[in-house]
């Protein structure tokens, strides 16, 4: 697999042990679809049709259980699937955010026993009390970043901590990142860019947490 942009890509033969590797398009490594065009689009897909089976499955084997009962084996076993990674694979292009958001939306008329077509679904995930995966994810990212902040990262991340010292204001201070100048739309979505512009919108109070759990906690309460 040749990982780039281009259009036109350069391929060279890889032997291993007197072997030549085969030329492959996209790649599965610890569970996230790398493609060669950088794109996540078929990690979409992958994640999108397991988190359906694995719905589908408890649809037919658990659709007399209390609402309770479905909502836990939903959190469970169904949405860790669409947030697998998702610190990395946070979507921007709607067509994706809408595909995922499908799964739960699917999920939230099993739970409630209400297929009917004229039924809101919005309404039944409000009555549920779930986040919405586009708000999770952006958590998911900025909790990965904490880290970052805190020191806590690998040391690819070293040169990157630079701080926004112009960036001052009654709630934004030294804890502000310089944002990172992008050429690209792919790349202005990528963690990091995004995540920056992100963690920069967050008030004092949420960045100078002392442990990641009131961090998140902050965040839930801003939201």
Partial sequence: MSVG?????????????????????????????I????????N????????????GLLQRNIYQCSKETKAKAYKALVRPHLEYAAAVTDPYQSKYIQMLD??????????VG????????????????????VERRKTARLCQFYFVHKGESPNTFTKLQQRDTNHSSRHFTADAYKVIETRTVRY????????????????????????????KASLLLSN
């Fill in 114 to 133: 209400d297929f009917r077509r004229k039924s809101s679904v919005t309404k039944m995930i409000q009555e549920l009390e779930w986040e919405s995966l």
């Fill in 35 to 42: 493609a060669e065009d950088l794109t996540w689009n078929s």
């Fill in 5 to 33: 942009l281009k259009r036109t890509k350069s391929h060279h033969d890889y032997t291993m042990l007197g072997e030549t590797l085969a030329q492959v398009q996209e790649h599965k490594y610890l569970g996230v679809t």
């Fill in 44 to 55: 979409y897909r992958c994640t999108v049709s397991k988190a359906n089976k694995i719905l």
């Fill in 188 to 215: 202005q979505n990528s963690f990091l860019p995004r995540t920056i512009r992100d963690w920069n919108r967050l008030p004092l109070a949420s960045t100078t947490q002392p442990t990641l759990e009131k961090f």
């Fill in 102 to 111: 499908r799964v739960q939306r699917r999920a939230a008329r099993f739970v």
